[in-house]
Every structure is written in structure tokens, then in C-alpha cells.
């Protein structure tokens, strides 16, 4: 999260009429829908390969090396047999499944940066703002979230500011963290960009950073289908493959101004 992404700036302009439930609009741009339905399959094979070459050495270190003989911070559980690509041991495989999906994954982050700031989806949708920080306001959006009401009433198209924090943490954070840490763990690209074992603080810390990354990203995917499921796994799906979402009736649902 960038400083200027917490600047002060006029509130988004909320709809002149309140859109009523059972309202259609129109919510994910082409581009997010292509980029989140590629990701699914793309981070599906990711993790099931990535947990087969974990297997292979379920230590991790920080440092520049890590063997054996060195003292790991943390000792992951085995992944079993069913979680893993492939199902059965073959780390050769699984690392030509990671490599060719990772670049997937790196350059479909590129298009989704690109086409998010062309198109202002940043700007619009997911930029948090001073006033959305402030304690008052998490908790009056926390209280909602626990009675299941995920949209403000006066602008049901607006992200809540949790769902803010946790896009921009996954799209700014996580993913670039992976990718960077990954860069580092090739040899090849070690030896071209010497500059990434830096920025992660050797070779055994990339693979730490690099499995620290994918957990927050696994944690961020369960919430992520956990509340689509509960905010109403029909319609939400329906929006990511149209674009078109329809507007919940959240009973009892209050804006800002009456809950804070």
C-alpha cells in the first residue's frame, strides 16, 4: 500500500438513485473477470506443484544457504498425495508445471496492473482512503461483516474497506512478493538479476519469502470463497462470469453515517 494510495480524495460519487434490490450492475470489467477465471486454474496448479517440490526439502531457512546441517526456522508437514501435481512423486514434473504456469501468473499480474490503471479500476474501486481507516469506521464495517451485510446501502457497488485491504494486499503485496522470491530461487535469473537474492536476502530466505507469500495467498483464497459463499455464491459467481451483479437485499443493513 503506497502513501498516495492513503491521501486524502474526494468520496466516489455515489449513485443519484439508490439502486434498489434486485437492481442489475454492472461491477467487474472484462479484464478483472479474465484475469481472476485464469488465476483459478493458474494458482490451482501453483500450489499443487509448488507443495511437490516442497516435499522434496520441508525445511526452511533464512540466509543465503540451507541444508541438512543448518537449523531451519520452520519444518512444513508433508503435503499428502491428493494435494499435490502431480499425485505422485515427481519433482522434475512438477517443476516444469510451475515453471510454465509462474509465467503465466507473472505476466497475467502485468496485464491486470496495466489494464487497472488504464482503466481506472484502481482508481475507482480500489483506492482506501483516510477516512475509511479510521477506527470508527472499521469497526461499524467490521460489525457488518459480522451480522453478514457486506454492502453500504447508498452505494451497494462500492468495496467495503476490508475487502479494499485485502485486494490490495494480494495484488501489491502477496503476488509480487511470490514472483520477486521466485526470480530468485532460478538460478538463470540469479545469475542475470543478482539484484532479486537481494532484495530477499539470499537463496534460502527467497524460499522462505516465497512460501510465506503462497500461504497469505491460500488464507486470502479460503476468506475470499468463504465470503462469497456467505454474501451469495450464486449471484457472485453469476458476476464474475457476466459482469453483471445484482444487488442483495441485506436486511437491516445501515450506512456509515447511522452505524458509526
Same mark, same amino acid.
Given at each position: 500500500? %503506497? ?10 460519487? +455515489? ?17 478483472? =473477470? ?24 520441508? #525445511? ?18 508433508? +503435503? ?15 517443476? @516444469?508445471? #510451475? ?27 480500489? @483506492?482506501? @482512503? ?18 453478514? =451485510? ?8 462500492? @468495496? ?8 490490495? %494486499? ?13 526470480? &530468485? ?5 540469479? !545469475? ?11 537463496? &534460502?530466505? !527467497?524460499?522462505?519469502? #516465497?512460501?510465506? +507469500? ?43 453515517? #447511522?452505524? &458509526?
Amino acid at each position: 500500500m %503506497t502513501e498516495a494510495s492513503l491521501a486524502p480524495s474526494p468520496e466516489p460519487a +455515489a449513485p443519484a438513485v439508490v439502486p434498489p434490490p434486485g437492481t442489475a450492475l454492472y461491477r467487474h470489467r472484462l479484464t478483472t =473477470r479474465l484475469w481472476h477465471w485464469v488465476n483459478v486454474v493458474t494458482i490451482f496448479i501453483m500450489i499443487g506443484s509448488g507443495l511437490t517440490i516442497l516435499n522434496a526439502h520441508p #525445511h526452511l531457512y533464512w540466509g543465503d544457504f540451507g541444508a541438512n546441517p543448518d537449523h531451519p526456522w520452520f519444518n512444513p508437514p508433508r +503435503a499428502p498425495s491428493y494435494l499435490t501435481i502431480p499425485a505422485g512423486y515427481n519433482l522434475a514434473l512438477a517443476r @516444469r508445471w #510451475h515453471l510454465t504456469f509462474a509465467l503465466v501468473f507473472a505476466f497475467g499480474l502485468l496485464f491486470f496492473m496495466v489494464s487497472s490503471l488504464l482503466n481506472k479500476h484502481f482508481q475507482k474501486d480500489l @483506492r482506501i @482512503r483516510l477516512k475509511e481507516m479510521a477506527p470508527a469506521h472499521l469497526w461499524f464495517d467490521a460489525k457488518e461483516h459480522a451480522a453478514l =451485510r457486506f454492502h453500504d446501502p447508498k452505494n451497494p457497488n462500492a @468495496r467495503n474497506i476490508f475487502q479494499k485491504l485485502a485486494y490490495v %494486499t494480494a495484488i501489491f503485496v502477496l503476488i509480487p512478493a511470490m514472483i520477486v522470491s521466485g526470480l &530468485a530461487l532460478s538460478p538463470t535469473m540469479a !545469475a542475470a538479476w543478482p539484484w532479486v537474492l537481494d532484495i530477499v536476502g539470499g537463496r &534460502a530466505s !527467497a524460499r522462505s519469502v #516465497h512460501f510465506l +507469500a503462497a500461504s497469505g495467498l491460500v488464507v486470502f483464497i479460503i476468506v475470499h470463497v468463504a465470503l462469497v459463499i456467505l454474501a451469495g455464491a450464486f449471484g457472485e459467481v453469476k458476476s464474475m462470469i457476466t459482469g453483471w451483479w445484482t444487488v442483495p437485499d441485506d436486511h437491516g443493513a445501515k450506512t456509515q453515517e #447511522h452505524g &458509526a
